[in-house]
């Protein structure tokens, strides 16, 4: 019975260790300096899980970053949670090594901190590279009586609100490109948010509402079976899967949402470790397997430097807060 | 169709694809095994490792890891009361009794039949019925979820043994819990105070894996000298006998189609249809008093349910390419980087793929079994290691699970703090079960009767409109009047015999 106990006691003592050894992570990289950077493997946070359009491009860019590092491995951690903020937090809080970047897609750092509950703000990291771009779209069945997107508007002056649309979430990028559409455009429509973008392809397939807003990978499936077809691009870009889909400006329209994908790290990253990065970006966006790969998914690749990403993401930053407004969602 | 199965077995035969599914399946069972590693951890780990292989060898080695899980998450829960995986959180209901009866090894050997048995079935219907399955899951829209979920809360009554009133409170603490976080409809912020953890809400393995595994080990701590050491030490035979195969025939037959069925909702999987298939279990039992003490439906149903609706969830991402869960969309991210779309015509454009993947899951299955049935005299010699080796053990295994969920301490600590609650729960009496129904459908509920009201111009006569949703409430009318009515007579009974001694006493 006492030796039991006394079992129990030191399990319970490297239980506890565990557990807080979980809680210190990983700490900066010993040894080293800039100039051979990197020199260990490098953590690639996504705060998203796993197998979503951010995490793919996050391992299909690392897949042709690693030869220029050095053979360096770069590891994913899909650190999700508080709508990404919580993998954002922990790389902003991180030390400024290079050895623990995020991999983003806008929302963590450009409408989350809008809601004043984030501990950072936009502008507390070191942008690194542009990866790529994506637009919005707008997906509708095959057989809707639109054709194009100023067909739908003609239709929805004629009988305001009688479209309904399926997007990902109140505030996502799908919900504020629609909010431009609809002010830019002098239209209504009415928002119906669900989960995921499976899930606003199957109420769309469903009919039970007229149209879906989202990025364009969602829709692929059903646009190749002949069930969807995309009414219009509500962005700025073009992937061959979509490229006769006119984007709202070239229908006279002004208004535009892309989603911008890229690197940051945690603020203060010197200007060595930045561009050690952004060059393995770039050599990585020049691999015709990764560009493939990119292109599958719909998203356009569209290398940036880092200050070309930083301005992106004021900018993007700047609008969502207008758009939140109006949408009532901040004060 | 001959053809097409007899080149899916072709492909599925083909050396490094019945390697794939035997490691795959392997280790599958061992994932499932340590409570809170899920399909989702061990899938998102191997990614990059897919990324070498052949598209088809991938999906058949990541399809294996998914029924592995689904098989392995059995064993804790029978044991340990300690849930491998979410799904399996029911089983922990009347499993871990049965053990404590010394029947662990029954109740771990209908389990391997009944979930070889459902995702069979699954299969089959994947085989020969995906499209038009398919197009089933797509008419169902939110209406019939929200209806769904209603007819799911009824099941609080059959979940759990002991005092209604206590699991209606259970209940209702389920469903506050599950309006945590963002408003799903307007996006405000509900309930998190100042946490960002909290925006996306509890995280359901967390929730589960403290109030079963956590709450279980503290309480059984404090029982330890008496109840807990028996039970630790009886182990009892190892194969079920033939009135335990008897009675399991009807739960497995009913949980093949519940399973079947569930997996073709959004987001609804596992854990819905295990809670669902126990629910209908305790309703059509001749023998309802047993639930909850140990009865074997109650864990043949669930866990053929589970592991059916896991096999099911691939109808809607081959046949229209839509993945429902996120173990589905995983293997949905692995595909298209191999420049795949699965969607109607994955078939046609693919079709090694597409009948390779099937017949090695049709492989997977038997060798699941295989696995399963000899393991089970192995698995419950678990039952001699002494409580104080096991404890610590447990939390720290339930621990390191929940952190992989988003590798961030904040689920740890939610685990924590649920084991704390599954103690005073066990304590006061008040059953679990109900608590993370309600929590599972809360969200459900709520999301897809807003949805229904936006898309119903405000209205409720969109749920009496539609046929599906119609339906559902008829059934959901039926189920309350017929309890009633029972009821009623029940006490009619009572007070007429009562009556009755009073006549003969005078």
Same mark, same amino acid.
């Given at each position: 019975?006492?030796?039991?106990?006394?079992?129990?006691?030191?399990?319970?003592?490297?239980?506890?260790?565990?557990?807080?050894?979980?809680?210190?992570?990983?700490?900066?990289?010993?040894?080293?300096?800039?100039?051979?950077?990197?020199?260990?493997?490098?953590?690639?946070?996504?705060?998203?899980?796993?197998?979503?359009?951010?995490?793919?491009?996050?391992?299909?860019?690392?897949?042709?970053?690693?030869?220029?590092?050095?053979?360096?491995?770069?590891?994913?951690?899909?650190?999700?949670?508080?709508?990404?903020?919580?993998?954002?937090?922990?790389?902003?809080?991180?030390?400024?090594?290079?050895?623990?970047?995020?991999?983003?897609?806008?929302?963590?750092?450009?409408?989350?901190?809008?809601?004043?509950?984030?501990?950072?703000?936009?502008?507390?990291?070191?942008?690194?590279?542009?990866?790529?771009?994506?637009?919005?779209?707008?997906?509708?069945?095959?057989?809707?009586?639109?054709?194009?997107?100023?067909?739908?508007?003609?239709?929805?002056?004629?009988?305001?609100?009688?479209?309904?649309?399926?997007?990902?979430?109140?505030?996502?990028?799908?919900?504020?490109?629609?909010?431009?559409?609809?002010?830019?455009?002098?239209?209504?429509?009415?928002?119906?948010?669900?989960?995921?973008?499976?899930?606003?392809?199957?109420?769309?397939?469903?009919?039970?509402?007229?149209?879906?807003?989202?990025?364009?990978?969602?829709?692929?499936?059903?646009?190749?079976?002949?069930?969807?077809?995309?009414?219009?691009?509500?962005?700025?870009?073009?992937?061959?899967?979509?490229?006769?889909?006119?984007?709202?400006?070239?229908?006279?329209?002004?208004?535009?949402?892309?989603?911008?994908?890229?690197?940051?790290?945690?603020?203060?990253?010197?200007?060595?470790?930045?561009?050690?990065?952004?060059?393995?970006?770039?050599?990585?966006?020049?691999?015709?397997?990764?560009?493939?790969?990119?292109?599958?998914?719909?998203?356009?690749?569209?290398?940036?430097?880092?200050?070309?990403?930083?301005?992106?993401?004021?900018?993007?930053?700047?609008?969502?807060?207008?758009?939140?407004?109006?949408?009532?969602?901040?004060? | 169709?001959?053809?097409?199965?007899?080149?899916?077995?072709?492909?599925?035969?083909?050396?490094?694809?019945?390697?794939?599914?035997?490691?795959?399946?392997?280790?599958?069972?061992?994932?499932?095994?340590?409570?809170?590693?899920?399909?989702?951890?061990?899938?998102?780990?191997?990614?990059?490792?897919?990324?070498?292989?052949?598209? !088809?060898?991938?999906?058949?080695?990541?399809?294996?890891?998914?029924?592995?899980?689904?098989?392995?998450?059995?064993?804790?829960?029978?044991?340990?009361?300690?849930?491998?995986?979410?799904?399996?959180?029911?089983?922990?209901?009347?499993?871990?009794?049965?053990?404590?009866?010394?029947?662990?090894?029954?109740?771990?050997?209908?389990?391997?039949?009944?979930?070889?048995?459902?995702?069979?079935?699954?299969?089959?219907?994947?085989?020969?019925?995906?499209?038009?399955?398919?197009?089933?899951?797509?008419?169902?829209?939110?209406?019939?979820?929200?209806?769904?979920?209603?007819?799911?809360?009824?099941?609080?009554?059959?979940?759990?043994?002991?005092?209604?009133?206590?699991?209606?409170?259970?209940?209702?603490?389920?469903?506050?819990?599950?309006?945590?976080?963002?408003?799903?409809?307007?996006?405000?912020?509900?309930?998190?105070?100042?946490?960002?953890?909290?925006?996306?809400?509890?995280?359901?393995?967390?929730?589960?894996?403290?109030?079963?595994?956590?709450?279980?080990?503290?309480?059984?701590?404090?029982?330890?000298?008496?109840?807990?050491?028996?039970?630790?030490?009886?182990?009892?035979?190892?194969?079920? !006998?033939?009135?335990?195969?008897?009675?399991?025939?009807?739960?497995?037959?009913?949980?093949?189609?519940?399973?079947?069925?569930?997996?073709?909702?959004?987001?609804?999987?596992?854990?819905?249809?295990?809670?669902?298939?126990?629910?209908?279990?305790?309703?059509?039992?001749?023998?309802?008093?047993?639930?909850?003490?140990?009865?074997?439906?109650?864990?043949?149903?669930?866990?053929?349910?589970?592991?059916?609706?896991?096999?099911?969830?691939?109808?809607?991402?081959?046949?229209?390419?839509?993945?429902?869960?996120?173990?589905?969309?995983?293997?949905?991210?692995?595909?298209?980087?191999?420049?795949?779309?699965?969607?109607?015509?994955?078939?046609?454009?693919?079709?090694?793929?597409?009948?390779?993947?099937?017949?090695?899951?049709?492989?997977?299955?038997?060798?699941?079994?295989?696995?399963?049935?000899?393991?089970?005299?192995?698995?419950?010699?678990?039952?001699?290691?002494?409580?104080?080796?096991?404890?610590?053990?447990?939390?720290?295994?339930?621990?390191?699970?929940?952190?992989?969920?988003?590798?961030?301490?904040?689920?740890?600590?939610?685990?924590?703090?649920?084991?704390?609650?599954?103690?005073?729960?066990?304590?006061?009496?008040?059953?679990?079960?109900?608590?993370?129904?309600?929590?599972?459908?809360?969200?459900?509920?709520?999301?897809?009767?807003?949805?229904?009201?936006?898309?119903?111009?405000?209205?409720?006569?969109?749920?009496?409109?539609?046929?599906?949703?119609?339906?559902?409430?008829?059934?959901?009318?039926?189920?309350?009047?017929?309890?009633?009515?029972?009821?009623?007579?029940?006490?009619?009974?009572?007070?007429?015999?009562?009556?009755?001694?009073?006549?003969?006493?005078?």
């Amino acid at each position: 019975m006492i030796a039991s106990r006394a079992l129990a006691a030191i399990t319970l003592a490297v239980a506890s260790l565990l557990v807080t050894s979980c809680s210190v992570g990983a700490g900066p990289q010993s040894g080293g300096t800039e100039a051979d950077y990197p020199n260990s493997s490098i953590e690639a946070v996504v705060p998203y899980d796993a197998g979503g359009a951010t995490d793919q491009l996050a391992r299909t860019v690392i897949s042709g970053m690693e030869p220029e590092l050095n053979e360096q491995s770069v590891v994913v951690l899909n650190e999700s949670g508080g709508a990404g903020t919580s993998g954002m937090t922990s790389v902003v809080n991180s030390e400024p090594n290079g050895y623990k970047l995020a991999f983003i897609a806008g929302g963590p750092l450009t409408v989350q901190p809008h809601y004043g509950k984030t501990s950072y703000s936009y502008d507390d990291v070191t942008p690194i590279a542009r990866i790529a771009t994506s637009p919005i779209v707008l997906a509708v069945r095959a057989d809707a009586p639109w054709n194009t997107i100023q067909e739908l508007v003609a239709d929805l002056k004629a009988n305001p609100g009688s479209f309904r649309y399926a997007s990902t979430g109140v505030g996502n990028p799908a919900s504020i490109a629609m909010e431009k559409f609809n002010a830019a455009a002098g239209v209504d429509t009415k928002q119906v948010p669900f989960k995921s973008s499976s899930e606003t392809v199957t109420a769309l397939l469903g009919k039970n509402v007229d149209g879906a807003a989202g990025l364009p990978q969602g829709f692929t499936a059903s646009v190749k079976s002949g069930d969807l077809k995309i009414l219009a691009n509500l962005g700025s870009v073009k992937d061959q899967s979509y490229e006769k889909v006119p984007t709202l400006k070239e229908s006279g329209i002004d208004a535009s949402t892309d989603l911008t994908s890229g690197i940051v790290g945690p603020k203060g990253l010197s200007n060595e470790v930045v561009t050690a990065l952004a060059d393995a970006v770039q050599a990585s966006l020049k691999d015709p397997k990764v560009l493939e790969r990119i292109s599958s998914s719909g998203a356009v690749p569209d290398f940036g430097t880092g200050e070309e990403y930083a301005a992106d993401i004021k900018s993007d930053f700047d609008e969502n807060g207008i758009v939140l407004k109006e949408l009532g969602l901040i004060p | 169709m001959n053809d097409s199965i007899l080149l899916g077995f072709s492909v599925a035969l083909d050396p490094m694809n019945l390697l794939a599914v035997l490691a795959g399946c392997l280790l599958g069972v061992v994932v499932g095994v340590l409570p809170g590693l899920g399909p989702i951890t061990t899938i998102s780990i191997l990614l990059p490792f897919t990324y070498a292989m052949e598209p !088809t060898t991938a999906i058949i080695l990541l399809a294996g890891i998914y029924a592995g899980v689904m098989y392995g998450g059995t064993v804790t829960s029978v044991l340990l009361k300690l849930p491998g995986e979410a799904a399996s959180v029911v089983t922990a209901i009347d499993g871990y009794e049965m053990a404590r009866k010394g029947r662990a090894g029954p109740a771990l050997g209908i389990s391997a039949i009944g979930s070889f048995i459902g995702a069979t079935v699954a299969l089959i219907a994947l085989t020969f019925f995906a499209p038009a399955l398919a197009e089933l899951a797509v008419k169902l829209g939110p209406p019939e979820y929200a209806m769904l979920a209603l007819l799911g809360l009824l099941l609080i009554a059959y979940l759990g043994a002991g005092a209604f009133a206590k699991a209606v409170v259970a209940a209702a603490i389920g469903l506050f819990l599950a309006t945590v976080g963002l408003d799903p409809i307007s996006g405000d912020a509900r309930f998190v105070g100042d946490s960002l953890q909290l925006l996306d809400g509890m995280d359901v393995v967390a929730v589960v894996l403290g109030l079963f595994g956590i709450g279980e080990v503290l309480f059984s701590l404090r029982e330890r000298d008496s109840e807990a050491e028996l039970v630790s030490k009886k182990v009892g035979r190892v194969w079920p !006998t033939k009135k335990d195969l008897r009675d399991s025939a009807a739960p497995i037959a009913r949980g093949s189609v519940i399973g079947t069925l569930v997996g073709l909702v959004p987001g609804g999987g596992g854990l819905l249809s295990s809670l669902l298939s126990y629910g209908a279990e305790r309703r059509f039992a001749k023998n309802p008093e047993e639930f909850g003490k140990g009865a074997i439906q109650g864990v043949a149903g669930p866990e053929t349910a589970n592991n059916a609706s896991s096999t099911s969830s691939f109808i809607p991402l081959l046949s229209l390419g839509i993945p429902f869960n996120v173990t589905i969309s995983l293997l949905f991210s692995v595909l298209l980087i191999n420049g795949i779309t699965p969607g109607p015509r994955l078939v046609t454009e693919n079709p090694d793929l597409f009948w390779g993947v099937i017949a090695s899951m049709y492989l997977g299955n038997v060798v699941l079994l295989i696995l399963s049935l000899p393991l089970v005299g192995l698995l419950i010699q678990i039952l001699r290691v002494d409580m104080a080796v096991l404890s610590p053990f447990i939390i720290v295994l339930s621990l390191v699970g929940v952190y992989t969920i988003d590798n961030n301490t904040w689920n740890m600590w939610v685990a924590l703090f649920f084991g704390v609650v599954g103690y005073f729960m066990r304590i006061w009496g008040f059953p679990p079960g109900p608590l993370v129904l309600a929590f599972i459908l809360g969200g459900l509920l709520e999301t897809s009767l807003r949805q229904s009201l936006l898309l119903g111009d405000e209205g409720l006569l969109i749920f009496l409109q539609r046929p599906g949703s119609l339906a559902l409430i008829a059934v959901s009318v039926l189920l309350i009047g017929a309890s009633t009515f029972s009821a009623v007579r029940k006490r009619r009974a009572q007070t007429g015999a009562v009556e009755e001694s009073i006549h003969v006493g005078s």
